[in-house]
């Protein structure tokens, strides 16, 4: 089933108002506070519980940080593009402090995602990797998403530094590397810390409680919404590789929010510079222009069930459209040879038709009754050349 754009959501808009959208606020720096205070309440929380109890509260706060803790990766999704904070100083340290809190340098996911957005869908699209890749066997493909889709956590920064640390990486720039290996090492000094403490005064559960568990679920929940927008897409557009939500009530709408607004993923590939709040302005850009393009879907749900069904086979690209025409040439390939036999002998019959011809004038000519040779001379090149093409 399609969903299509209606209400004042669809409305069209001015280019004087998209350039005007471009400039980042101050609104999303004030919203991941927001984000940052509920954070660090809801650890108290479960902290308290947990000494004081009733401890059957923690496990449903422990859900309710793991959504929270989701949000601060869109946060940090926002800082890589430079539109979480209006000050570049501010935005990079703020994607620099969430990126370690998910064992994630901002620099790596920066330059990583940069070529995401440049290469949509294609095979130097690492960040959907192995997906992309026509090469890539089906049993590859599956065991990387049975991972991506239940360790995200362990699985999403082991895809980043793979391409950072394969041969012939994309990531090129000299500066860029050593930004990277800084950030990487001030991330494993931090955790380095928390995990000499966390052995020093024996505080396992506490870790797994108010940290280990909600981020395992926050990064399955980043994973799948990341499945979601693009696995099983193959078309050639923007649009084409991706599939968006647009919710119908108000209610919802305000949910997105704290999700700075990524489900409207298809305005955000064709916009990649725009910030996240103000991505539902502009619901126009998805109304479909070819049958490849999906219309947005009213919730996470709806697109699950049009995804679900690539997992079977999980591939992204519109190369992945090739092997078809592959096969109907590997088709053609072997059916040549036939042909070419039957070719062949057409051009001997045609052949030998026009030798029985000639004969048959000449012994007209002689005065003798024509008849059939007992054998055929071969014509000529440029003759038998002529009577090929006819």
């Given at each position: 089933?399609?969903?299509y754009?209606?209400?004042?959501?669809g409305?069209?808009?001015?280019?004087?108002?998209?350039?005007?959208?471009?400039r980042?606020?101050?609104?999303g720096?004030?919203?991941w506070?927001?984000?940052l205070?509920?954070?660090?309440?809801?650890?108290?929380?479960?902290?308290v519980?947990?000494?004081q109890?009733?401890f059957?509260?923690?496990?449903?706060l422990?859900?309710?940080?793991?959504?929270?803790?989701?949000?601060?990766?869109?946060a940090?999704?926002e800082a890589?593009h430079?539109?979480?904070?209006?000050?570049?100083?501010?935005?990079?340290?703020?994607?620099i402090?969430?990126?370690?809190?998910?064992?994630?340098?901002?620099s790596?996911?920066?330059?990583?995602?940069?070529?995401?957005?440049a290469?949509?869908?294609?095979?130097?699209?690492?960040?959907?990797?192995?997906?992309?890749l026509?090469?890539?066997?089906?049993?590859q493909?599956r065991?990387?998403?049975?991972?991506?889709?239940?360790?995200g956590?362990?699985?999403?920064?082991?895809?980043?530094l793979?391409?950072?640390?394969?041969?012939?990486?994309?990531?090129?720039?000299?500066?860029?590397?050593?930004?990277?290996?800084?950030?990487?090492?001030?991330?494993?000094?931090?955790?380095a810390?928390?995990?000499?403490?966390?052995?020093?005064?024996?505080?396992?559960?506490?870790?797994?409680?108010m940290?280990l568990?909600?981020?395992?679920?926050?990064?399955n929940?980043?994973?799948?919404?990341?499945?979601?927008?693009?696995?099983g897409?193959?078309?050639?557009?923007a649009?084409?590789l991706t599939?968006?939500?647009?919710?119908?009530?108000?209610?919802?709408r305000?949910?997105?929010?704290t999700?700075?607004?990524e489900?409207?993923?298809?305005?955000?590939h064709?916009?990649?510079k725009?910030?996240?709040?103000?991505l539902?302005?502009?619901?126009?850009?998805l109304?479909?222009?070819?049958?490849?393009?999906?219309?947005?879907?009213?919730?996470y749900?709806?697109?699950?069930?049009?995804?679900?069904?690539?997992?079977?086979?999980p591939?992204?690209?519109?190369?992945?459209?090739?092997?078809?025409?592959?096969?109907?040439?590997?088709?053609?390939?072997?059916?040549r040879?036939?042909?070419?036999?039957?070719?062949g002998?057409?051009?001997?019959e045609?052949?030998?038709?026009?030798?029985?011809?000639?004969?048959?004038?000449?012994?007209?000519?002689?005065?003798?009754?024509?008849?059939?040779?007992?054998?055929?001379?071969?014509?000529?090149?440029?003759?038998?050349?002529?009577?090929?093409?006819?």
């Open positions: 089933m399609r969903y754009i209606n209400g004042a959501e409305a069209m808009f001015s280019k004087v108002r998209l350039a005007e959208a471009h980042p606020t101050w609104q720096t004030w919203l506070l927001a984000l205070a509920t954070f660090l309440v809801l650890q108290g929380a479960i902290l519980c947990w000494l109890g009733p059957w509260v923690v496990p449903p422990a859900l309710l940080l793991a959504y929270v803790m989701h949000s601060h990766l869109l940090f999704h890589a430079r539109t979480l904070a209006p000050v570049d100083w501010l935005n990079d340290a703020l994607g402090f969430v990126g370690i809190l998910g064992f994630m340098s901002l790596l996911y920066r330059s990583a995602h940069r070529l995401h957005h290469y949509l869908g294609t095979e130097r699209d690492e960040e959907l990797w192995p997906f992309v026509t090469s890539a066997p089906r049993w493909r065991l990387a998403a049975f991972l991506e889709l239940t360790l956590l362990c699985f999403t920064p082991v895809l980043f793979r391409i950072l640390l394969r041969p012939g990486s994309q990531i090129g720039s000299a500066r860029e590397r050593r930004r990277i290996w800084l950030e990487l090492g001030v991330l494993a000094v931090f955790w810390g928390v995990a000499a403490l966390t052995v020093w005064w024996q505080l396992w559960e506490f870790l797994f409680w940290y568990l909600p981020a395992l679920l926050a990064g929940t980043q994973s799948w919404r990341k499945y979601i927008e693009h696995m897409m193959t078309g050639d557009t649009l084409g599939r968006s939500i647009v919710p119908r009530s108000s209610w919802k305000q949910l997105l929010l999700m700075y607004n489900p409207y993923h298809g305005i955000h064709r916009y990649g725009l910030p996240g709040l103000v539902p302005e502009f619901t126009a850009v109304q479909p222009s070819r049958d490849e393009e999906p219309a947005p879907y009213p919730s749900w709806h697109a699950l069930g049009a995804m679900f069904a690539s997992l079977a086979d591939r992204i690209g519109p190369q992945w459209r090739e092997p078809i025409v592959s096969a109907s040439r590997e088709t053609s390939a072997s059916q040879p036939k042909a070419i036999e039957n070719s002998k057409r051009i001997q045609l052949r030998d038709a026009v030798n029985h011809a000639e004969h048959a004038q000449r012994t007209t000519q002689d005065g003798v009754s024509p008849v059939a040779p007992a054998t055929v001379t071969a014509l000529p090149k440029s003759r038998a050349s002529s009577s090929a093409c006819s």
